[in-house]
């Protein structure tokens, strides 16, 4: 069955962190192009970090020096560290595969900063 599955939201208070993992299964992980977005009530789902096949990462500015993207290829799992959370990081959290036009989402996880 191919899914990703999104894991290790919660609650955290600003300045703290947390870790996001994403597990795939059903697909040669190791090719894809793995992302995390987030979307925030009443705003679009906007990317937050990428890492490539190959490794190269990309982040939003506003995350940038506080959130980092990597992945185990062994384990099929892409990861989001994130630390210095503010407010304004509150969102659902989706992890997104892409490899040759094909696209997976995750079901999402909930991220809240909040003190």
């Known amino acids: 069955q191919v899914q990703l599955v999104e894991s290790g939201g919660g609650l955290v208070q600003p300045g703290g962190s947390l870790r996001l993992s994403c597990a795939a299964s059903?697909?040669?992980?190791?090719?894809?192009?793995m992302s995390w977005y987030r979307q925030s009530p009443g705003k679009q789902r906007e990317l937050v970090a990428i890492i490539a096949s190959g490794g190269t990462t990309n982040y939003a500015d506003d995350v940038k020096g506080r959130f980092t993207i990597s992945r185990d290829n062994a384990k099929n799992t892409v990861y989001l560290h994130m630390n210095s959370l503010q407010p304004e990081d509150t969102a659902v959290y989706y992890c997104?595969?892409?490899?040759?036009?094909?696209?997976?989402w995750g079901q999402g996880t909930q991220v809240t900063v909040s003190s």
């Open positions: 059903g697909i040669i992980f190791s090719r894809y192009t």
């Open positions: 997104n595969a892409e490899n040759f036009g094909r696209v997976l």
